[in-house]
């Protein structure tokens, strides 16, 4: 009869929707575990650190200094989005903004400098040539010991500038090397990147609102 292929068809149509539910129920499973652990770091982070970012900031802005980031993989992103924000997000005017740059941005500089003096020295050599007494580092990184952050704050220390670390996992050689260590100890680097994004925002938004003040 022609209605058993129909009723075949049914089942088939029921069967690939249970598998469908039961795997976006195990994906929801995978988003909800990340949301609960960004959420527990961000409950029980202590945001003075991040106040002293906002000052340090601050200063730059009004005097007229430079601000650099860096980081590696997504980081080295974080940083160039970030400089985006400190340029023109917190004035929202021409000419407003503040002096930043992302050392991560220029790929012919990196490989030019990795190839001829080390990877390890890609950012410190930028800054030798670039900052002065005064400016401020700012280094993104999951683990606080990839060898160019520390190089770069060595070398900001070395030079007289403020030097912030947004890290993750332990805090690596890099708490101890900065001025301003601001740690989320999180084990995962995704949400350690996460949080970059976060403090660099809360930065952005607070200067935003107070730049009357500031300027």
């Known amino acids: 009869m022609s209605l058993q292929p129909e009723v075949d068809g049914s089942h088939r149509v029921f069967a690939q929707g249970k598998l469908m539910m039961k795997a976006n129920t195990a994906i929801c499973d995978v988003f909800n575990a990340y949301s609960t652990r960004l959420q527990a770091v961000l409950a029980s982070a202590d945001w003075t650190p991040v106040s002293h970012l906002v000052n340090e900031m601050a200063r730059c802005w ?3 200094r430079q601000v650099f980031f860096c980081g590696n993989g ?3 992103g974080n940083a160039i989005h970030l400089a985006n924000d400190f340029i023109y997000g917190i004035a929202k005017q021409t000419g407003g903004g503040m002096r930043v740059q992302s050392l991560s941005a220029n790929a012919a500089v990196i490989t030019c400098l990795a190839n001829d003096v080390g990877y390890d020295r890609i950012y410190s050599e930028q800054l030798a040539v ?7 580092l700012v280094v993104l990184s999951g683990s606080g010991n990839s ?3 520390l190089r770069s704050l060595e070398k900001a220390r070395e030079m007289g500038m403020t030097s912030c670390a947004i890290l993750g996992y332990g805090g690596g050689a890099a708490k101890a090397l900065c001025d301003i260590p601001i740690h989320f ?3 995962d ?12 925002h809360m930065v952005m ?11």
């Not at 670039?130 to 400016?135: F, P, T, V």
């Not at 680097?189 to 660099?200: C, K, T, Y």
């Not at 938004?205 to 300027?215: D, H, K, N, P, V």
């Open 130 to 136: 670039q900052a002065c007494d005064g400016d401020l």
């Open 147 to 149: 060898p160019n952050i």
């Open 205 to 215: 938004q607070y200067l935003f609102q107070e730049r009357a003040t500031i300027r």
């Open 185 to 187: 100890p999180v084990d």
């Open 189 to 200: 680097m995704q949400i350690a990147e996460d949080l970059q994004l976060v403090v660099g």
């Open 62 to 64: 009004r005097e007229g």
């Open 74 to 76: 997504g980081s080295a």
